[in-house]
């Protein structure tokens, strides 16, 4: 299979799992994107790109324990596979080689 590009949302989602470990589902995914670049994503687009990553063998999911309040629901749980660590180092180190030597005037990248 060849390597796998990934988009800016991609990379962020899978970026947010990777810091969010055993805690990752949709909301708290989009929480942590939201509070880390201030952006301001739609449930929709994050569910979206989560459903992207595991087709392409990105992340894994499995399905927790219903919530406490009544009738609650049961979290879909995300993790970062071993092909999607991959894909990620690939892409980081694309952007870093690609940022190096940049005019700093621009300030930090």
Do not use: C
Not at 9 to 21: D, P, S, T, W, Y
Not at 36 to 61: H, I, N, Q, W
Request: proline share 3%.
């Amino acid at each position: 299979m060849p390597p796998t590009n990934l988009g800016e949302l991609e990379q962020l989602v899978l970026l947010a799992i990777a810091r969010l470990g055993d805690g990752a589902y949709g909301v708290t995914v989009r929480k942590e994107i939201a509070t880390r670049t201030r952006r301001d994503l739609s449930f929709g687009s994050v569910y979206t790109a989560l459903t992207r990553l595991e087709a392409k063998g990105l992340v894994a999911s499995h399905l927790g324990e219903p919530t406490a309040e009544r009738g609650g629901r049961r979290k879909k749980h995300y993790g970062v596979s071993a092909a999607g660590r991959r894909a990620l180092q690939r892409s980081l180190h694309a952007i870093r080689t690609m940022a190096s030597g940049i005019d700093t005037s621009w300030g930090t990248l």
